[in-house]
């Protein structure tokens, strides 16, 4: 017979990534990412903020929207 953390690891692993697919298609993940990119392209200039940036996100999408559903 298995042990239950043997079946319970798989199980978690699968769990934790439909979650971060769902996190990804939800952009929930879009301020980590711009981080990524603002220090791979070697900004001289601080990143913005988390509240600045979704703020700035926010109102760049409604003076320029994109398919979205709403």
Do not use: I
Request: glycine content about 8%.
């Amino acid at each position: 017979m298995a042990r239950p953390e043997a079946v319970a690891a798989p199980l978690l692993r699968g769990l934790r990534g439909v979650a971060a697919y769902f996190r990804g298609v939800m952009g929930a993940d879009a301020y980590r990412k711009y981080l990524e990119h603002h220090e791979a392209c070697g900004h001289s200039t601080a990143p913005m903020n988390e509240r600045q940036f979704w703020r700035e996100r926010m109102d760049r999408q409604d003076t320029e929207p994109q398919g979205r559903c709403c």
